[in-house]
């Protein structure tokens, strides 16, 4: 039934009849919206009706508002705006620590911290502590080739920790265990 065939409501029926009228003009004013689009209701889409559909999204993606973006390009983006650049080079550099100084030295010295702007790695060894502090101007030139010019202004190096020799919930002041070595 279209709209043009449903009855005129009659004033005392017109609550019961009123949503059924509403529908139908809904589905009228929708069908002419698309017979104004060019598109018949109730048949498939020629490949002209697709032709004019490309064209006209490509004439709205002109500006290219629309078009999707690359995922690196969006995440660089929210990078720079929220300025954590730095801190995420300084993250990947932790992360692949091993790629940057080799699998011989990452065997035996680990990033630990990084802290405005200094970069602190532990050495499991006093002869890979010193090593890395004659390595650390050419450790940091590598850094900043991987990071960035001034993310990474120190080097910091820490040796291994000493052993605790206090043991228990009490200690007595004194020179301590090592009086007994001698």
């Known amino acids: ?32 919206a698309a017979r104004a689009k060019g598109l018949r209701p109730g048949r498939a889409p020629t490949r002209r009706d697709r032709d004019a559909r490309r064209q006209r ?16 390009d969006q995440m660089e983006r929210l990078l720079l705006d929220r300025g954590w650049n730095v801190d995420v080079a300084v993250g990947s550099v932790m992360g692949r620590w091993a790629a940057i100084v080799g699998p011989d030295v990452a065997a035996h010295v680990t ?9 602190t790695v532990r050495a499991d060894s006093t002869a890979w502590a010193t090593q890395m502090r004659l390595m650390s101007s050419s450790l940091l030139t590598r850094l900043e080739a991987e990071v ?7 080097l910091q190096v820490l040796g291994p920790s000493a052993p605790s020799w206090s043991r228990g919930p009490r200690r007595a002041q004194g020179p301590g265990p090592r009086d007994t070595y001698g």
Do not use: H, I, W
């Not at 960035?148 to 120190?154: K, N, W």
């Open 148 to 154: 960035g010019a001034g993310s990474v202004t120190e």
């Open 111 to 119: 990033p630990v911290t990084f802290e405005d702007g200094v970069l």
């Open 57 to 72: 999204v490509t004439r709205d993606n002109r500006d290219g508002y629309r078009d999707p973006a690359l995922l690196g």
């Open 1 to 32: 039934m279209s709209p043009e065939e449903l009855p005129e409501p009659t004033p005392g029926a017109q609550a019961e009849d009123a949503p059924d009228t509403a529908a139908a003009s809904a589905l009228a004013r929708a069908r002419e």
